[in-house]
């Protein structure tokens, strides 16, 4: 985290995810392996910003 305080950024962060200024679920988006081309795409179009493929 560098030299970032938790102490204050971990309120920080909740505070803007409660204020609807922290997408969190567009950092992240799980996809099943059959779905990797749509995973790629959704990352290249700002859709996601993490994708995760996920294997039964």
Known sequence: ????DPREQIPRLVQ???E?????DR????YTLDDIQAA???MH???TVK????FP
């Open 16 to 18: 803007l995810h409660a």
């Open 45 to 47: 179009h700002g859709v």
């Open 20 to 24: 609807g200024k922290l997408p969190l």
């Open 40 to 42: 790629a795409e959704d």
């Open 1 to 4: 985290m560098g030299d970032t």
């Open 27 to 30: 950092l992240e988006r799980h």
């Open 51 to 54: 994708p995760v493929i996920t």
